[in-house]
């Protein structure tokens, strides 16, 4: 605002919230078989999606960001 109380300009930001809260609606786990397991975690910017193999204790991250 200016000092005659006009908006001089606009801008659109987006914000990675790093302090979101924790939330059960945030994660989804899903076994593959009783050795696999999937976790994927749904943040506002990222989706992070972890396969973690007991039998072999083998971890793969995959990072998906939307279109």
Request: charged share 30%; aromatic share 12%.
């Amino acid at each position: 605002m200016n000092k005659y109380n006009h908006t001089e300009r606009v801008e659109t930001v987006d914000i990675a919230n790093k302090w979101a809260t924790n939330i059960k609606a945030m994660y989804d786990i899903t076994w593959g078989n009783d050795n696999q397991v999937r976790i994927t975690m749904d943040y506002e910017q990222i989706k992070k999606i972890l396969d973690y193999d007991f039998e072999n204790n083998e971890s793969k991250m995959k990072f998906v960001t939307p279109s």
